[in-house]
């Protein structure tokens, strides 16, 4: 069954540095997701991406935060200057439709760690 | 804004015993679609069941079965014959017709016991 892969699994990066967690979505999906889930807390919705930009996003995805479709199969998020409070585990989602309540897959996600 | 409560932080239930995991949710639309996701401790997240919020028929998936009162805005997750790998945090979530950003509750931490 094809899936929603994610690399890496886990990021360790230092406050202040750029990170770009990827995403490669079910290939034949349109509408493609970042979701965060800081430890022990819900996952909370960031983004939403078609047809080469977003659709939707939370009060979270503030101007730290974008996100880049940059080839064919790639779907990226990038934290441009990370807080410590930006380690979580980030989950990328694909589904083959909007609304009509489609479900969403996911990956595996990244653990990102700020030190 | 549409909320979802998990009111159960923990539950745990007995190897072959039948677990309900409760959901309630906040919105002033009335279509919509409701999720339980399963997330192992391989932090996968795992979709269980979807219920569509027009469809009066409770959603069925083998020993997975929702208990869904739109007046009431409840959506309760039955698990029977609960099994080892049924150990997980379960969320509920809401997404309404038309767009995708699902909005997820606080999770339940179940533990199935041998």
């Known amino acids: 069954e094809p899936e929603v892969t994610q690399t890496p699994s886990h990021q360790v990066t230092q406050m202040g540095q750029e990170v770009i967690l990827r995403c490669v979505p079910i290939?034949?999906?349109?509408?493609f997701y970042w979701y965060r889930q800081i430890l022990g807390q819900k996952v909370e919705f960031l983004v939403s991406?078609?047809?080469?930009?977003?659709?939707?996003k939370s009060e979270i995805f503030d101007d730290q935060f974008s996100v880049e479709r940059p080839d064919g199969s790639n779907f990226t998020l990038k934290i441009r200057s990370t807080k410590l409070e930006d380690s979580a585990m980030y989950f990328c989602?694909?589904?083959?439709?909007?609304?009509?309540?489609?479900?969403?897959?996911f990956g595996d996600g990244t653990r990102l760690s700020i030190l | 804004a549409q909320t979802v409560t998990q009111s159960q932080p923990e539950m745990s239930v007995q190897e072959a015993e039948t677990v309900t995991l409760s959901c309630t949710y906040d919105?002033?639309?009335?279509?919509?679609?409701l999720f339980w996701y399963k997330q192992p401790p391989s932090r996968q997240m795992i979709l269980v069941i979807r219920?569509?919020?027009?469809?009066?028929q409770n959603a069925t998936e083998n020993r997975f079965s929702v208990n869904f009162q739109k007046a009431a805005k409840s959506f309760s997750l039955k698990i029977s014959d609960s099994q080892l790998g049924d150990t997980a945090m379960y969320f509920c979530?809401?997404?309404?017709?038309?767009?995708?950003?699902?909005?997820f509750g606080a999770g339940t931490r179940l533990t199935v016991k041998p």
């Open positions: 219920q569509e919020a027009y469809k009066q």
């Open positions: 991406f078609y047809n080469n930009e977003i659709s939707e």
């Open positions: 290939s034949n999906h349109l509408y």
């Open positions: 919105t002033s639309e009335n279509n919509y679609y």
């Open positions: 989602a694909s589904s083959n439709d909007r609304g009509q309540g489609q479900p969403q897959h």
């Open positions: 979530a809401f997404m309404n017709h038309f767009n995708n950003d699902m909005r």
